[in-house]
């Protein structure tokens, strides 16, 4: 079976170019410039560690000092201390996150493999979310391939037991569920047998949230709502690798018991829900043109109600969100818009166009965290999903324009001032007024 690039498109676009101020510009357009120079030189920073004296360091001594920091950390995860062991964890984490590890790791997938399915079985809370997390990180690092797959083999078992274990720590199962739909996605996407048991795995999880047969949606208890959330929202992305005919049942079980869900108490829940709905349409619109939803009417009165929800019980900044996000998912139901969105790493760039594409970008940048944008620019199995081709090898003119730790700073500090003095001038005006 194929992978999916369902809503995709070319996204080796230009980046975004910064606007010089004349010379004679007032001190707001002043102020303005700096934000847009400093703006652009971030961009075009180095993602290379730098020595104390501000200058970069070679990018093959780096790699090397990173890998015997590996090793080390490697070697403490047999360690009998839960402590050595988390911390070795976290270290692996940042390590996996900011660097390309692929040869590192193709004589070492097996033993790291072994430690966390063994972290995942014995250790505490902590050290099983840590281990979740690196597992999806070891299988990004992989790639799509015999050593992933082989790597998903050892890790689907011990993911898909922790995740379904009900006496397990909550934010063990929650991160193991983002793991899970990570690994299967990455590892085999063309495994129809790994993916129908992942979903399946999945959706034991969050359709506990569901309503009962006489339409009461149960209680959540502390914790669940983002467990629910996590096991969702991988299910989703799982989803978009299924072939139409499971698409199609899935469609007609889950769309009317996810509608019924918009109604739960927890806000990051419905909203993890309002998406699942609007990709669950992307992909219903792509096996036919012409899918109508029976219930679309009270479905578009509920995306209304959320869109404008005013309610003061509920946190400032929760019921923003959820209008904003309420808002897309309603434009798209009706209309079929998506508002479009450009994330920008380097001199390139993805456009965010649809449902699909949004929820795969967020489960990888949820994975990486910071360091989404260099595995971006440099990880084959990131470029190959979001269609960027091969990694640019950058010509010396482009690398001259490289800063160091310290011109950063000198940036950072002349935008802070900018800033503030512009902000006192805004604040001001408001207090004449006043």
């Not at 230009?14 to 001190?27: H, I, Q």
């Not at 689907?156 to 996605?185: I, K, M």
């Not at 109604?263 to 990051?268: I, K, L």
Request: proline fraction near 3%; glycine fraction near 6%; charged fraction near 30%.
């Amino acid at each position: 079976m194929p992978r999916n690039k369902k809503g995709k498109r070319g996204t080796n676009r230009g980046g975004r170019n910064g606007v010089k101020g004349e010379s004679g510009a007032s001190d707001d357009e002043q102020a303005s410039e700096v934000l847009s120079h400093y703006s652009s030189a971030s961009e075009s920073a180095s993602v290379l560690e730098e020595g104390a004296g501000g200058e970069p360091v070679d990018e093959q001594t780096a790699q090397e000092e990173t890998e015997d920091k590996l090793k080390q950390c490697l070697d403490n995860l047999m360690d009998k201390s839960a402590k050595t062991r988390l911390m070795a964890l976290e270290s692996l984490k940042q390590g996996f996150s900011s660097r390309i590890l692929y040869d590192f790791l193709l004589e070492r997938r097996l033993t790291l493999s072994d430690c966390l399915e063994r972290s995942l079985r014995k250790g505490g809370a902590e050290e099983q979310v840590a281990a979740a997390t690196m597992c999806a990180l070891l299988c990004v690092q992989l790639s799509t391939g015999v050593d992933g797959e082989e790597v998903f083999r050892i890790l689907r078992p011990v993911l898909s037991s922790t995740l379904s274990d009900d006496c397990a720590n909550v934010a063990a199962r929650q991160s193991c569920a983002t793991a899970l739909g990570v690994c299967c996605y990455v590892a085999a996407p063309d495994n129809a047998e790994d993916l129908l048991k992942s979903l399946s795995h999945l959706e034991s999880v969050f359709t506990a949230s569901y309503p009962s047969c006489e339409g009461v949606l149960p209680a959540h208890k502390p914790g669940t709502s983002a467990l629910y959330c996590a096991a969702l929202q991988a299910w989703a992305l799982l989803l978009t690798l299924c072939p139409a005919s499971h698409l199609s049942s899935s469609l007609d079980i889950h769309l009317p018991k996810l509608q019924a869900c918009l109604e739960c108490n927890d806000v990051h829940y419905r909203i993890a829900v309002g998406e699942t709905i609007a990709l669950l349409f992307q992909l219903a619109r792509e096996i036919d043109q012409d899918f109508q939803y029976d219930d679309c009417d009270m479905l578009c009165e509920c995306l209304k109600g959320l869109a404008t929800d005013g309610n003061k019980h509920r946190a400032k900044n929760d019921r923003r969100k959820q209008r904003s996000i309420f808002r897309e998912v309603l434009q798209y139901i009706e209309n079929e818009d998506f508002n479009e969105e450009k994330i920008c790493f380097g001199v390139e760039g993805i456009y965010i166009d649809s449902w699909v594409r949004r929820r795969t970008y967020d489960a990888f940048k949820e994975v990486l965290e910071s360091g989404v944008r260099y595995h971006l620019q440099y990880n084959q199995l990131l470029r190959d999903i979001f269609e960027l081709g091969p990694p640019l090898i950058l010509d010396a003119s482009v690398r001259a324009n490289r800063i160091s730790r310290f011109e950063k700073h000198l940036y950072n500090s002349a935008a802070f001032k900018a800033r503030t003095k512009l902000r006192n001038k805004v604040r001001d005006k408001r207090a004449d007024v006043m």
